[in-house]
C-alpha cells in the first residue's frame, strides 16, 4: 500500500533559524497536504498543493510539491516560538476506490528556543 | 459554525471491557475518518465513510474494532475487549467535496483512551 515518509523525526532550532521538513510518497500522489498539530492539539490544515511542481506561500511558510508529485517539503523562514508543534504532511493516490483516504506521514516535531 | 466534535473526551477503562467513541462530524460533511494517534507519534488511519459507499476498513487493526455511520452523519468507532495496546487518542475528521474533489479535513479534539 501507499507510505509517505517524512523527515525528520525531530527538529530543534533557535529562534529565527529556518527550518524544513521533508516527505517522500511510495506512489505518485494525486494531491498533498499539510497540517500542524501544536501540543496538546488536534491537527489543522495548512495548505493543499496538486500540481506537478507548485511552489505556495503563507508568510513564512513556503510548500513545495516535486516535479514528480512524489515529493513535498515545507520550509519555514525565521521560525518563531508560535511555530512550536508537530507538521504532517498527507498524501492523496491518484486514484481507485478509496480517492478519498490520505495516508499521512509520521510527522516533524519542530521545537524552537528563544 | 459547529466544528467537529467528540465525545467522550476522555475515557479511562479496564482491560476486557467496550468502549464506544463518538463524532459528529460537520453538517454537510459527507466524508467521515477515523484515526488513532499514540503518544508522540503519527496518526495511524483506522476507517473511512464517504456517503453511502461501502466504507475502507483496510486500516482496523483487527476485528475487535468496528465503526459504523447513521443516516450519513453521526459515527461510532466501537472497540470490543479492550487491550492496553489501544490506549491512545482517537481523533474524527470530516471533509467536504467540490466538484469531486476532496477539501481539506476538519479534526475534532479527539477522545483520550486509557485501558488499564
Known amino acids: 500500500g501507499q507510505q509517505v515518509m517524512q523527515i525528520p523525526q525531530y527538529q530543534h532550532v533557535q529562534e529565527g533559524e529556518d527550518f524544513t521538513t521533508y516527505c517522500n510518497s511510495s506512489?505518485?500522489?494525486?494531491?498533498i497536504q499539510w497540517y500542524k498539530q501544536r501540543p496538546g492539539g488536534h491537527p489543522v490544515f495548512l495548505i493543499q498543493l496538486v500540481k506537478s511542481g507548485e511552489v505556495k506561500k503563507q508568510k513564512r511558510l513556503t510548500f513545495q510539491f516535486g516535479e514528480a508529485k512524489k515529493n513535498s517539503s515545507l520550509h519555514i523562514t525565521a521560525t518563531q516560538t508560535t511555530d512550536v508543534g508537530t507538521y504532517f504532511c498527507?498524501?492523496?493516490?491518484?486514484?481507485?476506490?478509496?480517492?478519498?483516504?490520505?495516508?499521512f506521514g509520521q510527522g516533524t516535531i519542530l521545537t524552537v528556543h528563544p | 459554525g459547529a466544528g467537529v466534535s467528540q465525545s467522550p473526551s476522555n475515557k479511562v477503562t479496564e482491560k476486557g471491557k467496550d468502549v464506544e467513541l463518538r463524532c459528529d462530524p460537520i453538517s454537510g460533511h459527507t466524508a467521515l475518518y477515523w484515526y488513532r494517534q499514540s503518544l508522540g507519534q503519527g496518526l495511524e488511519f483506522l476507517i473511512y465513510?464517504?456517503?453511502?459507499?461501502?466504507?475502507?476498513k483496510s486500516g482496523l487493526p483487527s476485528d475487535r474494532f468496528s465503526a459504523e455511520r447513521t443516516g450519513g452523519s453521526v459515527s461510532t468507532l466501537t472497540i470490543q475487549r479492550t487491550q492496553q495496546e489501544d490506549s491512545a487518542v482517537y481523533l474524527c475528521?470530516?471533509?467536504?467535496?467540490?466538484?469531486?474533489?476532496?477539501?481539506?479535513?476538519?479534526f475534532g479534539p479527539g477522545t483520550r483512551l486509557t485501558v488499564l
Open positions: 506512489t505518485t500522489l494525486s494531491n
Open positions: 475528521a470530516s471533509s467536504s467535496r467540490t466538484s469531486g474533489s476532496y477539501n481539506e479535513q476538519f
Open positions: 498527507a498524501g492523496r493516490g491518484a486514484g481507485g476506490t478509496s480517492y478519498g483516504k490520505l495516508t
Open positions: 465513510f464517504q456517503g453511502n459507499s461501502a466504507p475502507d
